[in-house]
């Protein structure tokens, strides 16, 4: 059972680097989730209406320089340790290769990550590479057009799988594939997902779909379990558990074999199962919105800005300040003082998945 700490004593200086992003239940928030935009050109029904959202004014959203800023301030000073861009869509933003690149002239050794719906990654693919992006995540959920139209509501597959194969070839690490799945719409889909996966070398990643969808359609019936997810894979492959540390990861990772060549390591799938098997007791994460707000949790109600001391001529130490006390109150579990999507307590987040930077 996790302990609460006693009262926050925020330091400045050498003193919070020593003590970093730490919250209430003696978590320490190492990797730092940063969204670049909170525009994006697809429109997945789990995430966003089909019209879109508000857009933010270019003017609200982060700049290259307050960006790059902010990363040294969590990395010189609040020790984080590896840095993941997402959004929205991180590709649209025209500036994201410099973002990358003045982020790696500053830190040579953090490793920097990106999550994308894979749009024009063919065109930017070695550009990412070569600016010093260390890996990609790529999302997609299902191999038939005409079901990626309809989770997406756009007919874009063709360019996401050239995306995938353009980050595959300029060698930008090991690719991983995000899926979620749909009742009644991709579930079926999952061993075919997973066979295309593993014969190109790719990690899949099957995620539970959470209650931050703009149209507040989710149920927790409705919803596919990761129990499901591994009996369905088990009817075509035999799973078993990585054997390798987890370190706080939210995927839990199997290895594939086929049941007929056991001795045969395939590959390996991760279930990302924040709904029925939480990770909240090991998080190590801090969320930056892309307009500058602290959110400790992926569901958390309250926000922090650090916009608003970026533009006013505040220091570094006074800008790792308010984010080490954005951060003590992180709650304990999906933005509660207990794990439980669909408890009756639970209140979504105003902000979608694409708002919040997932
Ligand atoms: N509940 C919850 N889900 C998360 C959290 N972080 C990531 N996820 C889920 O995991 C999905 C995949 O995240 P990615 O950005 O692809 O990467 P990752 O799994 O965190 O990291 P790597 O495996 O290192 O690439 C997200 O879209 C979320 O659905 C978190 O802090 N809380
Ligand atoms: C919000 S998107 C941002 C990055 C990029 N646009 C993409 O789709 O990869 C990051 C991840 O969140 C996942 N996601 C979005 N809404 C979700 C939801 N309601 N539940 C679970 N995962 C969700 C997507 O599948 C995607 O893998
Ligand atoms: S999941 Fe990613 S690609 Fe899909 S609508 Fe949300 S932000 Fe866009
Ligand atoms: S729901 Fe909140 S506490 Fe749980 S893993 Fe996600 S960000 Fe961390």
Same mark, same amino acid.
Not at 88 to 94: D, M, S, T
Not at 273 to 279: C, L
Not at 291 to 300: A, D, R, T, Y
């Given at each position: 059972m996790a302990i609460r700490l006693g009262s926050p004593y925020f330091r400045t200086g050498a003193d919070a680097q020593q003590s970093g992003l730490l919250d209430s239940y003696g978590r320490r928030a190492t990797d730092m989730r940063l969204s670049l935009t909170d525009k994006c050109n697809l429109r997945c029904t789990y995430c966003m209406p089909a019209e879109g959202l508000q857009w933010l004014q270019k003017d609200q959203v982060l700049s290259r320089e307050e960006i790059v800023r902010l990363v040294g301030i969590g990395v010189d000073l609040l020790g984080i340790r590896e840095l993941r861009l997402t959004g929205? !869509? %991180?590709?649209?933003?025209?500036d994201l290769v410099d973002i990358i690149a003045d982020i790696r002239a500053r830190h040579p050794e953090l490793p920097v990550s990106l999550t994308t719906n894979g749009l024009g990654l063919d065109k930017k693919a070695q550009r990412l590479k070569d600016a010093g992006l260390t890996r990609i995540n790529v999302s997609m959920d299902s191999l038939h057009p005409d079901t990626f139209a309809q989770l997406t509501r756009r007919p874009f597959l063709d360019r996401v799988l050239r995306g995938i194969e353009a980050a595959a070839a300029v060698g930008l690490g090991l690719v991983k594939i995000n899926a979620v799945l749909m009742r009644g719409i991709n579930d079926h889909e999952a061993p075919d997902l997973l066979e295309w996966a593993v014969s190109r070398g790719f990690e899949l990643r099957f995620i539970e779909q959470m209650p931050l969808d703009a149209d507040h359609g989710w149920t927790r019936d409705g919803m596919i379990t990761a129990a499901e997810i591994r009996d369905r894979l088990s009817e075509r492959f035999l799973l078993t558990p990585d %054997?390798?540390?987890?370190?706080?990861?939210?995927a839990e990772r199997w290895e594939v074999r086929r049941p007929e060549a056991?001795?045969?390591?395939l590959g390996t799938v991760g279930i990302i199962?924040?709904?029925?098997? %939480?990770?909240c007791s090991d998080c190590r994460r801090t969320r930056v919105t892309a !307009?500058?707000?602290?959110?400790?949790?992926?569901?958390?109600r309250e926000e922090t800005d650090l916009r608003d001391l970026l533009r006013s001529g505040a220091d570094d130490d006074a800008i790792a300040q308010r984010w080490q006390e954005a951060m003590w109150a992180k709650p304990k579990a999906h933005g509660m003082g207990h794990t439980g999507l669909g408890a009756p307590d639970f209140v979504q987040p105003d902000r979608s998945m694409s708002a919040i930077g997932g």
């Open positions: 929205g !869509e %991180p590709l649209v933003r025209a %054997p390798r540390n987890r370190d706080g990861a939210p056991p001795d045969v390591v199962a924040s709904v029925t098997e %939480p990770f !307009e500058g707000k602290i959110m400790s949790c992926l569901f958390s």
